[in-house]
């Protein structure tokens, strides 16, 4: 797959596109970029990229479209919730070497702030993941609420 970022002449519209390995061209998101008037507008635009099927790029296209963004001057909060954390490699960062994951965070060992790995590249921030977060669903079994 590949990936385009294009934004019109006017700097107002922003599209991202996808080529797949057969050629074909899919815009997956297109949207107006607005100033930034957070007071305003609330909080940012949530993207969900979401699939029970493995193996359909899903990681490939959070990894991407994440860049993408970023690079256009958005800022962008990645979260990686998979065991696997394949995004959290894919954006640059040692596994081996994060303190604390979104599974620190899921079980209050940490807080948000102590999990963020700030400006992987600028404008893009991400929570990682590791392999514990796949014991996270047993362990809070016993959680209440």
Known sequence: MCYTIRQDKNGKKLEIAVRMPAGRLFSCLSCEIKPRKWKEYGMGRTIAIANQKG????TTTAINLSACLAEAGQR??????????NATTGL???KEQIEDTVYEL???????????MHDVQENLDVLPSDSNLAGAEIELLDVEN
């Open 106 to 116: 899921l079980l209050g060992d940490c807080t948000l702030e102590d999990c963020l």
């Open 55 to 58: 193996g359909v790029g899903k």
């Open 92 to 94: 640059g960062l040692e």
């Open 76 to 85: 962008v909060l990645a979260i990686d919730f998979d065991p696997q954390g």
